[in-house]
């Protein structure tokens, strides 16, 4: 089993992406392409919540719900980072980069992370 992330290693991965920057919202820091929020890192350090497809959210969900849930109705997915595989946090990372960024981004992004 690999070592779990924490939200250091997820802003450094973040902020490794094409044009993404660190940001805050409502006091909190958020990781962001073209200003556009794909991530945040919440207060509580153990955590971190993604730009996801609703219905990726309800599979996941639904399956792990010990490890993912619904935060903010629907498009985003709390994840409980020491529940989860490095590989499988690096795959909903990108996938929420790829649904905040411009599509020229998002392929660029694609092709520049390894796959597992």
């Known amino acids: 089993m690999n070592e779990r992330w924490s939200q250091a290693q997820v802003r450094v ?4 992406l094409p044009e993404a920057h660190e940001h805050a919202h409502m006091g909190r820091p958020d990781l962001r392409v073209r200003n556009k929020i794909f991530a945040t890192l919440p207060q509580d350090g153990i955590t971190v919540n993604v730009k996801i497809a609703p219905l990726d959210l309800d599979t996941l969900v639904r399956a792990e719900p010990d490890t993912f849930r619904d935060v903010w109705n629907g498009r985003w997915v709390g994840i409980e980072l020491s529940r989860i595989e490095p590989t499988a946090l690096r795959e909903l990372l990108l996938e929420g ?3 905040a960024a411009p599509k020229s981004l998002a392929a660029r992004a694609r092709a520049s992370v390894p796959q597992a």
């Open 97 to 99: 980069y790829c649904l």
């Open 13 to 16: 991965f973040a902020l490794a």
